[in-house]
């Protein structure tokens, strides 16, 4: 089975702080995302990366950054926290899709971490 | 633009009764298809998917979906809830770069 890890299952941070979420997958997958969860708005996409070092902007990023320097991890830094930015985070992974096109390959995710920024 | 609605935000559904979550999506081509569990304080976990090929499609924990290309819905069935099926349920589809646009998500209360 695919394995997604997420370093914290809850963390409480102050505002400021510069925040860092781990993610590691054990199966291989090029593909990797992050996503933030607040109740009403569904799983809103931080950002993705299709490759080691890459990285690409989804709908959310303001206020985050990533960083993919090993294929089997992928963390997601909170620069500066804010209040704002109190919610579940959730991280998963996928193969890849040939040419950017749209995948079939269905996304394995991680337990989540609960983020609360004081 | 691709979205997902889920029209439905809560349901409510005794134990033992059927339980169908609807799902419509928006979607230029041949759309890959996603519904996914999320019990409370977990990830999300695959229910099954679409591709292609026959529209009714089976998946874990007894649930089952119908893909309608003329009605643009993907709905996810399951004959005979039980309690342990109270969760959120999204429905997904894939878009370009292994991406996936989710909907709002429906939540699932199973009464005794």
């Known amino acids: 089975d695919v394995k997604v890890t997420q370093s914290s299952r809850y963390l409480v941070k102050r505002t400021g702080e510069k925040v860092f979420l781990e993610c590691v997958q054990d199966m291989d997958h090029e593909n990797m995302f992050w996503y933030r969860q607040d109740p009403g708005l569904g799983l809103r996409l931080i950002y993705f990366s299709y490759d080691v070092k890459m990285k690409e902007k989804g709908d959310i990023p303001e206020g985050y950054s990533v960083s993919r320097e090993k294929k089997e991890r992928f963390s997601l830094i909170l620069e500066s926290a804010s209040t704002n930015q109190t919610s579940m985070y959730l991280c998963a992974s996928s193969f890849g899709s040939r040419g950017g096109g749209a995948s079939n390959q269905p996304q394995h995710f991680g337990d989540g971490t609960r983020l609360s920024i004081l | 633009a691709q979205s997902v609605t889920q029209p439905d935000i809560h349901i409510t559904v005794s134990e033992g009764a059927s339980l169908e979550l609807r799902c419509n999506y928006s979607y230029g081509a041949t759309p890959y298809l996603f519904w996914y569990v999320q019990s409370p304080g977990q990830g999300l976990q695959l229910l099954l998917k679409y591709f292609s090929g026959d529209t009714l499609v089976q998946g874990i924990k007894g649930f089952e979906a119908e893909f309608k290309r003329s009605q643009s819905s993907f709905n996810l069935r399951k004959p005979s809830v039980h309690w342990s099926d109270a969760a959120e349920y999204f429905c997904?589809?894939?878009?370009?770069?292994?991406?996936?646009?989710f909907g709002a998500g429906t939540q699932v209360v199973v009464t005794p």
């Open positions: 997904a589809v894939g878009v370009g770069w292994g991406k996936l646009q």
